[in-house]
């Protein structure tokens, strides 16, 4: 952190990412292989925040690159984004899975890990700036709104927040 700005400067997004891979705010760290933290350019003009990193992404250490990435990489294609220049990240930074013999089996973070998580998701919003943050799914609006939301009721509607429009849609696992 810069003493003059209060927030972390693009350069010290890897050093977060450092940190980030300590973390143990929460338990879901023991049955995850690693943290996987956000990507993309610093900063970016819009920035996407799926709920965990799924078995895939928990394994390359890389956020939406199993089936979920993919879908989401056809819906930015068809709208014409490059997901180049999109920062991608989740509100929960391990994969919170149930060991089922040689499968891990995906299970939705609860109130208590989204909350310890959202701590790095703020500290990503910080030198990201987006101008639109798009919320992929329940968990992603919980964090970004501090509060459990229904998709339903806000999908499709522009939210003022402090760190600037934010969008609430479903999930690309979910198609």
Request: aromatic residues 6%; charged residues 25%.
């Amino acid at each position: 952190m810069t003493a003059t700005s209060g927030r972390y400067e693009s350069t010290d997004l890897s050093h977060m990412r450092k940190e980030a891979a300590a973390c143990r705010r929460c338990s879901l760290w023991r049955n995850a292989t690693q943290t996987v933290f956000g990507e993309g350019p610093v900063p970016a003009r819009m920035m996407l925040v799926g709920e965990q990193p799924g078995d895939k992404e928990d394994l390359a250490g890389h956020p939406f690159v199993g089936p979920a990435g993919v879908i989401l990489d056809e819906a930015l294609a068809a709208a014409g984004i490059d997901r180049a220049k999109v920062y991608v990240t989740n509100a929960v930074k391990h994969f919170k899975n149930e060991p089922r013999g040689k499968r891990r089996l995906h299970k939705k973070p609860n109130a208590g890990e989204i909350e310890a998580c959202r701590w790095w998701l703020d500290q990503e919003l910080k030198p990201v700036r987006p101008r639109l943050t798009i919320a992929l799914g329940a968990t992603a609006a919980q964090a970004l709104m501090r509060r459990p939301v229904t998709i339903g009721r806000l999908r499709g509607k522009a939210i003022e927040t402090e760190s600037g429009a934010l969008w609430i849609t479903v999930h690309p696992s979910c198609h």
